[in-house]
């Protein structure tokens, strides 16, 4: 078949278009030739095409099990179900960074799409930069990680994908933390673009904001969909470990999160517009970097999978050239950038300032304890891994204090606020989380201040939240129907926010709840033997044999109740995959919206007993569910009708046009 | 306005010079315990660290040394062809962990033995610690087929 020299040329054509893309666009938009510039739409279409023909080549020669391709006999298996078969696209490098530079043309195609009413050279600069990364990242896939290598004598059959792979929360988990990552990508292209055109205000914010939006959103979703892999999948009972591929997704988080934030300034009030720009490379450059930390294997991680370091060395050039590009740019020229608003010290400004110091310090230290092995390595010799005492010492204080000001600053008026104001607003939300707070210190009967205080700041979060929304939309005048009208009425901006906000307060919550009051418990148990589990009490009834698609599988059967009512059964796996030639563990989970109760077993004995590890994870599943708030906070805040480009006021498009001469 | 911006600029200096200041306390105090120490076993037979601290011991395991105890943990041997350490762990061994295959075990050394707290998985057969291969390249034990 030639479907997959299709999808070859495609990449070639792919490289030569981005570079044409690039040069024509950022050269019209210097000189002012509108033909050039109006190029970039249409084209930045042309490459979207084109890398979807690659993509879905190697998609096609994944799912007809094309046992040619060399990547497809790595990776596949003509047994495996057919949603595996296409996850195995992207569940190797070279086709996850095919799906990279994907994304990476639907952004492009996108801001073609949607932004018509960008001001000409403004749009055509951002383009060309974004063609630019795209020529970059083709070029290291067809020079250094081609998908498309044929083999010359085609095995029957495929070697299979890493059977922990072959889960949907992972088939899921890089597509959206591609979406996440790559989206930043776009923000990065409209710094660069205004440090070109040496013009930052409010309309640039706002066409900055729904992208940066977008992709912090679905990179909510990614970390979230990796750590929730991580739980079940890997069966170490935890959600988060502080590992350097997990940092990788994190950092650019914490940087979208903070240029969320800051955007918001520049947008109502025309300051922090350097800071902002900074935030746009800045985060795109974290993308750049987690890319190189997990392509390169560099720092050892429990997630690694076989990694190249010379695969490092191509993405450090691209990393370098388009950073160092970016910063020196800024650099140069972010001293035009002249603000133009005021604030007082009380304000959301001051707020959201705090906000981002806060962010950007937290940022630092993840950043540093996530490098400190290639620092201590390369200056001293010595081997070191930073482990998670190193986080919750020197990140988490800095997150208690974001969380601790968060109410307060969300509801601050823009400009100048009075204290008063602020007081009466939360004055209720702050009794009911100290309330909450003592409540469960009083539960655990005293000891460890962990729990409670996580619940404290948790209720916090949440109560502040509730606290904003009954103040905006006028409190209870009319009655409580009124109230609900009103309510409806908010901007999607304002329920973006109030989800978001509370989402993290749920987020808290489980956390808090699962560090403090996990119950662990290891032991060998023969059929037949019961034992207590906190108040659970848990009966191994016995093992079994079965069978999946491309697996076969011994289970045990655990009976776990607490004594009045049903007991539930609960049947942790240890699965062998033939084809891949290896074992995975999988957590047995009954889950609920309290607590999960979660066994896993290891390997049988001689004499007939297993190792059993079960816990009891009180609010464990609040975890995610808080990040799907948020995620929907950011789906919110995007529906809002001002980021509509169309429904720009009049007032604001001439103004937009002038600026864009 | 002028003032004002002026103003602003200063405390936004001071807050982020503070919250520095802080991190870079938070920092130094976060890496007393956080971090870890790589070490193979003849550097940790030739240097015994004290007795409360983590390291990471790594290695190949070694064939035949994996036994059951009666109380359901497990004992095995972590040897870099130079010395070898006796290691105990209670637990559940990742799905991958093999003998003559690569380990890295994190628990504290008492002299005579290593209390393993975890045994560090790895996602992929054919992925070895690099700290590992690079230990072992060093005391000449590597061979290809250990990767």
């Known amino acids: 078949m030639m479907f997959v020299e299709i999808g070859h040329f495609a990449l070639v054509l792919l490289l030569g278009t981005s570079l044409l893309q690039f040069a024509v666009s950022i050269v019209g938009a210097g000189l002012g030739w509108i033909g050039w510039m109006r190029m970039a739409v249409p084209s930045s279409a042309v490459l979207f095409a084109l890398s979807m023909i690659s993509f879905g080549t190697l998609v096609m020669a994944f799912v007809r099990s094309d046992f040619s391709v060399a990547l497809v006999v790595a990776n596949s298996h003509s047994a495996k179900p057919i949603l595996y078969k296409i996850a195995g696209v992207w569940g190797n490098h070279e086709g996850s960074m095919l799906l990279w530079v994907l994304i990476l043309n639907l952004y492009g195609a996108m801001v073609g799409w949607r932004g018509c009413n960008l001001p000409l050279p403004l749009q055509a600069r951002v383009l060309g930069v974004q063609a630019s990364i795209s020529a970059a990242f083709t070029a290291y896939i067809l020079f250094a990680s081609n998908p498309f290598t044929r083999l010359t004598i085609p095995p029957f059959d495929g070697r299979d994908l890493n059977p922990l792979l072959q889960d949907p929360g992972l088939a899921f988990h890089p597509p959206f933390l591609y979406l996440g990552y790559v989206g930043l990508s776009v923000s990065f292209c409209f710094a660069v673009a205004a440090l070109l055109g040496k013009k930052v205000d409010a309309a640039w914010a706002r066409w900055v904001r729904p992208w940066t939006l977008a992709s912090w959103s679905f990179l909510t979703l990614g970390i979230a969909m990796g750590s929730w892999w991580a739980y079940y999948e890997l069966g170490w009972g935890g959600w988060w470990f502080w590992d350097p591929v997990e940092n990788a997704s994190f950092m650019p988080w914490l940087a979208a999160t903070a240029l969320l934030h800051s955007a918001a300034v520049v947008e109502k009030r025309e300051c922090l517009l350097n800071w902002t720009v900074f935030l746009c490379i800045l985060g795109f450059t974290l993308s750049l970097i987690g890319t190189f930390l997990v392509r390169s294997g560099i720092i050892t991680s429990v997630h690694a999978f076989a990694s190249d370091p010379t695969r490092g060395i191509f993405i450090l050039i691209i990393l370098g050239v388009f950073s160092g590009g970016g910063f020196l740019l800024y650099a140069l020229r972010s001293n035009r950038l002249v603000p133009t608003g005021a604030f007082g010290f009380l304000s959301r400004e001051s707020a959201l300032v705090v906000n981002n110091v806060l962010l950007v310090v937290a940022l630092a230290v993840v950043f540093l304890g996530t490098f400190w092995p290639v620092i201590m390595e390369m200056a001293l010799g010595r081997t070191v891994s930073v482990g998670a005492p190193f986080f919750n010492a020197a990140f988490t204080p800095f997150m208690i204090v974001l969380f601790a000001v968060l109410p307060l600053g969300a509801i601050l008026r823009w400009k100048r606020a009075s204290p008063g104001d602020a007081a009466l607003t939360l004055g209720g939300a702050l009794a009911v989380s100290m309330a909450v707070g003592a409540f469960s210190w009083v539960l655990q009967t005293g000891g460890d201040m962990l729990g409670p205080v996580g619940l404290l700041i948790a209720t916090w979060l949440i109560a502040g939240s509730a606290a904003d929304l009954y103040q905006r939309a006028g409190g209870l005048r009319g009655g409580a129907e009124a109230f609900f009208r009103r309510a409806l009425k908010l901007s999607g901006a304002d329920w973006g926010k109030l989800t978001a906000h509370a989402g993290l307060g749920v987020l808290v919550a489980g956390i808090a709840a699962i560090t403090a009051w996990q119950v662990e418990d290891i032991r060998t148990a023969r059929p037949g033997e019961a034992f207590e589990l906190g108040s659970q009490r848990v009966e191994f009834i016995g093992l079994g044999k079965r069978r999946g698609p491309n697996y076969s599988a011994l289970y045990g059967t655990f009976s776990v109740g607490n004594g009045d009512g049903d007991a539930v059964i609960i049947q942790p796996e240890r699965r062998y995959y033939e084809f891949a030639g290896s074992p995975t563990t999988e957590a047995g989970i009954n889950a609920g919206f309290l607590r999960d109760i979660y066994i896993v077993i290891g390997e049988v004995h001689d004499d007939g007993s297993v190792t059993v590890k079960s816990y009891v994870n009180p609010l464990v599943n609040w975890i995610w569910l808080g990040a799907v708030m948020m995620a929907l906070g950011g789906a919110f805040s995007l529906i809002d009708r001002r980021y509509r480009v169309a429904g720009l006021s009049a007032r604001l498009q001439r103004k937009v046009k002038a600026a864009g001469t | ?147």
Do not use: C
């Open chain 2, 1 to 147: 306005m002028m003032g004002l911006r002026r103003k602003r600029r200063l405390q936004l200096l001071t807050v982020s010079t503070a919250a520095l200041a802080v991190a870079a306390i938070l920092a130094g105090y976060g890496f007393q315990d956080g971090i870890e120490y790589f070490k193979t076993p003849s550097q940790l037979m030739e240097n015994k660290p004290k007795s409360d601290k983590l390291i990471r011991l790594g290695g190949i395991v070694e064939p035949g040394s994996v036994a059951r105890m009666p109380s359901g943990g497990v004992e095995f041997r972590i040897s870099d062809g130079i010395g070898s350490i006796p290691v105990r762990f209670e637990g559940i061994l990742p799905d991958l962990f093999s003998e003559d295959r690569g380990a890295i075990a994190r628990g504290r050394y008492n002299g005579k033995e290593f209390d393993a707290i975890e045994i560090l998985a790895k996602h992929d057969e054919n992925y070895m610690p690099k700290e590992v291969v690079r230990a072992l390249k060093d005391q000449g034990v590597f061979r290809p087929g250990l990767e």
